[in-house]
């Protein structure tokens, strides 16, 4: 199994930028598939961001191309979502998750979810 902790959740104005980072322990080899999801109360989580391990691949939820990144840091065992441009709807609680080993890694885990989740690491957004 592996281990996410997630941070670098706050509050900031809309228009601010944030950058989330999770750290993975356990059986972090082989490497996995990660990625980023969201939910807010009374609503389906969202995948926002998922990532091939080596950055050989990247996905993202229409609701966030073009301002947030996800990117791994993988001697640190980290990856890590820069939000820019955030508005309030970008407010939710953001969770780190990862794929069972040798689990595919393409746009439709963004979907589908992953096998590993972290507590999560809450996101507000003020107008």
């Known amino acids: 199994a592996v281990q996410l902790v997630e941070s670098g959740g706050g509050s900031v104005q809309a228009g601010g930028s944030l950058r989330l980072s999770c750290v993975a322990s356990?059986?972090?080899?082989?490497?996995?598939?990660m990625g980023w999801f969201r939910q807010t109360p009374g609503k389906e989580r969202e995948g926002v961001a998922v990532i091939a391990f080596g950055g050989t691949g990247t996905y993202y939820a229409d609701s966030v191309k073009g301002r947030f990144t996800i990117s791994q840091d993988n001697a640190q065992n980290t990856v890590y979502l820069q939000m820019n441009s955030l508005s309030p709807e970008d407010t939710a609680m953001y969770y780190c998750?990862?794929?069972?080993?040798?689990?595919?890694?393409?746009?439709?885990?963004?979907?589908?979810?992953?096998?590993?989740w972290g507590k999560g690491t809450l996101v507000t957004i003020s107008s």
């Open positions: 998750a990862a794929a069972a080993v040798g689990g595919y890694c393409s746009a439709s885990r963004l979907r589908n979810g992953m096998d590993y």
């Open positions: 356990g059986n972090t080899y082989p490497r996995r598939c």
